[in-house]
């Protein structure tokens, strides 16, 4: 089975978009690729983060994972937490002397994260080459993904190239991005030209998975869309109403065109709350999962198990690679 890993930062309660980016793709997959699922808590301290919520977020992160679908009980699932494995960060140094800052501060998401920001963290920069170790340490060829985290798989694929041709030898599998069709960027309610994200500045442009039907119905009824008033698929000119399509599509399980052909000639109302409905339907669901999940004793099972899986896969990985770059003794 060829390998597929994603992980999703515990960095707040995950939204609609990391559902769409990352979640989704999982389930949809799972039963095809080995598959890598981990909580990169490591990732998520690049800004303050409280270490009290930290803990939460890491729980709350693999109970979700379950509640939208992930199947912890299949054989080739494997999931896990980024720091109860030492060899991320371990590989992450090697990689870091073999990536030149001029690429990591041309990374989108860094600019974008250090924009008014004096005194960013050094990990805000090296974080995507944390990333790479992530990927590379387990030789997966998929990485499920939003379009924002593609640029930073594109690292990853620059790395294995780099290392396995510097060292005239096998080091790395090079990665590729899986992006999905509809729903690669799930766009900010208020700003339709940001995408949605869980610690964005403004809580209310965001869908969480744990948002009641109130809240949902409040968030999407408020959406910013336009003037034009004419039901449209088109995101360039028409970014919010577009974004409504797409967060239909994806959680009615219809087809794009199909939700087009749906809303045509109607109003932006009705599109509303006809998305507010789907998504309280969907994630009400999810919600009577997580809780019951929570009751049991499945996430510390699955974690406890795919941890040691992780680690000793990534065992072998590590002490490959030290030994091709000469460090210890021969
Ligand atoms: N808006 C989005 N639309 C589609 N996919 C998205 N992803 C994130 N936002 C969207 C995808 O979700 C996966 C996990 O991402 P992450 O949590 O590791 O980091 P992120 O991309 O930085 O996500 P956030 O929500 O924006 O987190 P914060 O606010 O902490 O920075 C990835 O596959 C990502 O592409």
Redesign the pocket.
Known sequence: MERLL???????T??????????N?ICKYQETYETFLFV?DM??IT?PQDPEQLHKNIRQAVGLYLACGVDASLDNMHIYIQSENPYHANLSWILECHSYYGELARMH?FKM?SKNNESFTAGLVTYPVLMAADILLYDAKY????????QHVELARNLAERMNSRYQEECFVVPEPMI?EV??????LANPLN??????DNPKA?VFLMDTPEEIKKKIMRATTDSDGKIAFDEENKPGVSNLLTIYSVFAGVSLDDTVARFDGGGYGDLKKAVAEVLAERLTVFQDKYAEIMKSGIVDDALDRGGEYARQIAAEKYEKIRKIVGFGRI
Do not use: E, F, W
């Not at 990485?143 to 593609?150: A, E, H, L, R, W």
């Open positions: 994603t992980g999703l930062q515990p960095s707040g995950l939204t609609i978009g990391n559902y769409c980016g990352g979640i793709q990169p990732h998520a800004v998401q994260k990485v499920p993904t939003g379009v924002d985290q593609k999905p729903g690669a960027k799930i766009r900010d995408k949605m994200s869980k610690s964005a965001s």
